[in-house]
């Protein structure tokens, strides 16, 4: 089992983080919210509907942009149009202010390969709005990323996020890049992951590693973070030095 007694309640427009050890269960959370994965136990709940399969007003961003590189950025970013059926002309201008939104004015007409790691995850995050997604998921989608680029890419999908208003649920292994982004923090115990607490992040915003000031808030929750995900691991060891 993956996870165990998860009751969790995220208000509409909300940017919630979750956090915890690897095979806690955190992407299995994202994809029973995506309707990927069946629900064995409980429901989950959009907008007062049970989620029984994929949804239109669910967006899932994985840790690769999966950018298809025969086509242009733009292109790529309208490619929900064409699965959906929806009239490409109309959404052209709606594609390109999605660009402009994530610094990609100028690289329309560009191919993948033409552009940075950082810059065709921000592709992806544009195509993944481009239907408006009442909740986007995302699974640790600056992993790939170096430090400088992913602290960059927290700081843009902050200003994302607060245009676009969707509810955003965030998968990190960083603790930086949850205290930097997320309202709330949800951090997960050990397999089979459990909620074990959630830490209201009252920082206010656009919010930044760097020499601000509200470094030392952003430092303390950070810090108290990684004690909570410290405890465990001590505990364990602890008891095995017992035995």
């Given at each position: ?122 592709v992806s995050l544009c195509r993944s ?98 004690e909570l995900l410290m405890e465990r ?11």
């Open positions: 089992m993956a996870l165990q007694g998860i009751g969790l309640h995220i208000a509409e427009g909300e940017f919630v983080a979750v956090v915890g050890r690897s095979g806690c269960g955190k992407s299995t959370l994202l994809r029973l919210i995506a309707g990927l994965l069946p629900v064995t136990e409980g429901e989950i709940i959009i907008g007062g509907e049970r989620v029984t399969g994929a949804r239109r007003d669910v967006a899932l961003l994985l840790q690769r942009p999966a950018l298809l590189p025969w086509r242009s950025v733009l292109d790529n970013v309208l490619l929900p149009a064409e699965i959906f059926g929806w009239s490409k002309a109309e959404r052209r201008d709606q594609a390109c202010r999605l660009l402009e939104t994530a610094g990609l004015s100028g690289f329309e007409k560009h191919r993948p390969h033409e552009l940075s790691g950082g810059m065709q995850q921000r709005l481009m239907g408006k997604p009442r909740v986007l998921l995302m699974d640790e989608p600056f992993s790939a990323l170096d430090a400088l680029t992913r602290a960059e890419l927290a700081v843009e999908l902050q200003r994302v996020h607060i245009e676009n208003s969707a509810t955003v649920v965030f998968v990190t292994h960083s603790i930086d890049e949850a205290v930097l982004l997320a309202d709330r923090v949800v951090v997960f115990s050990p397999r089979p992951g459990r909620v074990r607490k959630v830490v209201d992040i009252a920082i206010p915003r656009p919010r930044t590693l760097g020499r601000t000031a509200h470094l030392g808030e952003v430092a303390r929750c950070s810090a108290d973070l990684h691991d001590m505990s364990t060891s602890a008891e095995t030095e017992e035995r």
